[in-house]
C-alpha cells in the first residue's frame, strides 16, 4: 500500500505522493473505531451558492448533517457524544467559527433536502399538499410549486409519486422555508435538464436575495449544473469509505478542473494517480449493419387517455448503441417496457423473439441477499477473468461483493444493477438512466464498460439518460422525445446523432461547448455570445 489507503490501492497505482497534512490531526468526525472519518469542513457564506464536489462515500452528507445542527461532530473521540463546545474551539479563527457559534447558540434556522428522497415515503404518511402545507414558511410555496411543475401531484399519495416528482416535491419543501442556510444534498437525481436547470436558477434566486443574506450549500455531481450554479467550491477528496477531506473554498473553475485533473493546486496534493478526461470526438455516424429489430408505429395510453405516447415505426441495427432522451414524464420508460414486454401496446404490435436484458430506472433489488451470491445466480461467468475484467472492475464491484444488497448506497446499487444487466446473455441491453447516483468518475467508467461491452459482444444497447456527455460518448444513433410531459410523448425514429442532439437541445434552448483544458462539455450562458453564435449556425451541441 501507498500508506495513504487502508487497504489495498483502488487504483493499482502507488503514485500519490504526499499525505495531507489534516491527517496528522484528529477527524471532525469519526464513525468508530476503523469507520469513516471526515477531516475539514465547508463554509457557507450569506449571499452565496457553496458547491461540494467529491467522489461517493467521501463524507460530504456527513458535513452537510453537522453543518446543519443533525450531528454534533466529534472530534474523532467516537465513544463520547459531540459537544459543539470542543468543535467551536477547534474551528475559532476560520470561516466557520461564526456560523458554528450560532448554530451552537440556536440563532440559525437552516433547511435541509436529504439526499435519498426515495425514503422519504417512509418517513411521510400523507399526500403531497399535505407535505408542503407545513413548509410554507415564506410565502414562496405556490410559485414553486408552478415553476417546479408540482401541481399535477398535489393530491397524490407521497408513496405513489416518480423519483422525478419526489426530488421537486422534496427541493421545493427545502426552499419553501424561510433560513438562514439552506442545504441541498444533490438536486439533479431523477431530473431532466431542464428541470436542473429550474432548480438552479431557483437556487441561484434565493441566494440573491441581498436582504436576506442566505447561505446555500449544494453537493452535486452534475459539474454542468454546479458550474452555472455555484460562487465558491469545495473538493472533498481521499478514499471513499476510509476517510475524506474537504478542501478549503476554491474557484468553481479551478475546483473543478482540479479536481477533474486529479491534482489540487493550492494543497500541492495528488488526489488520483491519472486525471477524468473527457472525450471531444466529432458525432458519430453510423454505419449500415445488419437490421435487429424494425418496429411499427406503436401507441400505447394510459388510463382513459391520461397518458399517450406515440412511437414513430424505426429500426435498430444490430450491435448499435441507441441513444434515447427527452425530458421527464415523456413516455422513455413506457417505451422500454414495451420493448422488454412488461407492458402491451394498444397499437401496433411488437412481435420479436429476442431475450431482453432490462434495467429499470427504479431499481428494487432489496433482497436480503449477498451481491456474489445474486450475480453469480446471473452467470455462469462470474468471477472469471474476463467478467472480472469487463465488469467488475470498471464497475468497481470489488468492494460491494459481500455486502447485501439492502445495504447498498444508491450509487452502489445502481453499479450492481448495470453489472446483472450486462450479466445476462441477451440480444439487447435496454439501460434506464445508468447514470443516476454515479459520481464522475463512475459515470466515465461505467460509460466506457458499457461501450467497450457493446463493442465487444456485437451487443445492441438502448440506453435512456439525461447526462448529455454519457449519451455522447455512448450512442452511435439517437431517438429524441418530444411532447407535453405527462399529457403526451412522440418518439423520433433512430436518427444520426448530429441531428438528433440539435433536435433535443433545440427544444429546450440550451447551447454546449468545451471546456478549453479539460474538455468537458458546459452549458452556454443563455444570451451569450457563443450561445447566439451556435443557436444560429444550428449547432447545439457539437462544434465544427
Ligand atoms: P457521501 O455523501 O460523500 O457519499 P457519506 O457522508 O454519506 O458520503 O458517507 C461517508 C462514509 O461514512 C461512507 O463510507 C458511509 O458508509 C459512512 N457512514 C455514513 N453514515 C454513517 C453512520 N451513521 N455510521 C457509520 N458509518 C457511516
Ligand atoms: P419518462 O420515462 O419519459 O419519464 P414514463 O414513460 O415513465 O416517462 O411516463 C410517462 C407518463 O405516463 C407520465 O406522466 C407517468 O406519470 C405516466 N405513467 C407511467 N406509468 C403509468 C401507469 N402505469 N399508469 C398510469 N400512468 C402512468
Ligand atoms: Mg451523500
Redesign the pocket.
Known amino acids: 500500500t501507498c500508506g495513504i489507503c487502508v487497504e489495498k490501492c483502488p487504483f493499482d497505482a502507488i503514485e500519490i505522493i504526499n499525505l495531507p497534512s489534516e491527517l496528522d490531526e484528529e477527524p471532525v468526525h469519526r ?2 473505531d476503523n ?2 472519518s471526515l477531516y475539514g469542513l465547508p463554509t457557507p457564506k450569506p449571499g452565496n451558492v457553496t458547491g461540494i464536489l ?1 467522489p ?7 458535513a452537510v448533517h453537522a453543518l446543519a445542527g443533525e450531528m454534533v461532530p466529534n472530534l474523532g473521540d467516537y465513544e463520547s457524544e459531540g459537544d459543539w463546545e470542543r468543535v467551536l474551539d477547534r474551528f475559532r479563527g476560520t470561516g466557520l467559527q461564526n456560523y458554528l457559534q450560532s448554530l451552537k447558540e440556536g440563532d440559525v434556522t437552516v433547511a435541509r433536502k436529504p ?1 435519498y428522497v426515495d425514503q422519504i415515503p417512509n418517513q411521510f404518511d400523507g399526500n403531497t399538499r399535505e407535505l408542503l402545507e407545513r413548509t410554507d414558511e415564506r410565502g414562496a410555496l405556490d410559485s414553486l410549486i408552478d415553476r417546479l411543475n408540482i401541481r399535477p401531484v398535489m393530491d397524490q399519495p407521497i408513496d405513489s409519486i416518480s423519483g422525478g416528482e419526489l426530488q421537486r416535491v422534496a427541493i421545493a419543501a427545502c426552499l419553501a422555508r424561510d433560513a438562514d442556510f439552506y442545504f441541498l444534498d444533490e438536486i439533479t437525481p431523477y431530473l431532466d435538464i431542464g428541470q436542473r436547470m429550474i432548480v438552479a436558477r431557483l437556487i441561484r434566486e434565493l441566494a440573491d436575495d441581498d436582504a436576506a443574506e442566505r447561505s446555500m450549500l449544494v ?1 452535486e455531481h452534475d459539474l454542468a449544473i454546479l458550474d452555472l450554479l455555484a460562487d465558491t467550491l469545495h473538493v ?1 477528496y481521499g478514499e ?2 476510509a476517510y ?1 477531506v474537504v478542501t478549503d473554498p476554491k474557484s468553481v473553475r479551478n475546483g473543478i478542473n482540479e479536481y477533474l485533473k486529479g491534482y489540487l493546486d493550492n494543497e500541492n496534493m495528488r488526489i488520483r494517480p491519472s486525471a477524468i478526461t473527457f472525450e471531444e470526438h466529432a458525432p458519430r455516424v453510423s454505419s449500415r449493419s445488419e437490421t435487429l429489430i424494425e418496429y411499427p408505429e406503436l401507441s400505447k395510453s394510459y388510463g382513459d387517455g391520461e397518458f399517450e405516447l406515440h412511437v414513430e415505426g424505426g429500426e435498430i441495427n444490430r450491435s448499435e448503441v441507441l441513444g434515447v432522451v427527452g425530458p421527464n414524464g415523456i413516455g422513455k420508460s413506457t417505451l422500454a417496457k414495451l420493448f422488454a414486454g412488461s407492458l402491451e401496446p394498444d397499437e401496433g404490435e411488437l412481435d420479436f423473439a429476442l431475450d431482453i436484458a432490462y434495467k429499470p430506472q427504479y431499481i428494487d433489488i432489496d433482497q436480503p441477499m449477498r451481491v456474489d451470491v445474486f450475480l453469480s445466480s446471473i452467470t455462469d461467468d462470474f468471477g472469471s477473468s474476463y467478467w472480472n475484467t469487463e465488469i467488475a472492475q470498471p464497475l468497481q464491484l470489488d468492494r460491494v461483493m459481500e455486502q447485501n444488497l439492502s445495504d447498498l ?1 444508491g450509487g452502489e446499487r445502481q453499479r450492481v444493477a448495470i453489472a446483472a444487466c450486462l450479466s445476462e446473455d441477451a440480444d439487447l441491453y435496454l439501460l434506464d438512466e445508468p447514470s443516476a447516483h454515479l459520481d464522475v468518475e463512475q459515470r466515465v467508467r461505467a460509460t466506457t464498460a458499457i461501450r467497450r461491452y457493446a463493442e465487444n459482444h456485437d451487443a445492441t444497447v438502448m440506453v435512456i439518460d439525461h447526462d448529455i456527455y454519457m449519451i455522447d460518448l455512448l450512442a452511435d444513433r439517437l431517438m429524441v422525445f418530444d411532447g407535453e410531459p405527462a399529457e403526451r410523448g412522440h418518439a423520433t425514429p433512430p436518427q444520426e446523432m448530429r441531428d438528433g442532439m440539435n433536435e433535443f437541445l433545440a427544444d429546450l434552448d440550451i447551447t454546449f461547448r468545451r471546456d478549453e483544458r479539460t474538455g468537458r462539455p458546459r452549458i452556454n450562458k443563455p444570451g451569450s455570445q457563443l450561445d447566439s453564435s451556435q443557436k444560429r449556425d444550428g449547432e447545439y451541441y457539437y462544434s465544427g
Not at 461517493?56 to 456527513?62: A, L, M, Q, R, V
Request: net charge positive; charged share 5%.
Open positions: 464513525y468508530g469507520a469513516f467529491g461517493n462515500g467521501i463524507g460530504k452528507s456527513t439526499q453537493v472533498a471513499p469509505g475524506g448506497s
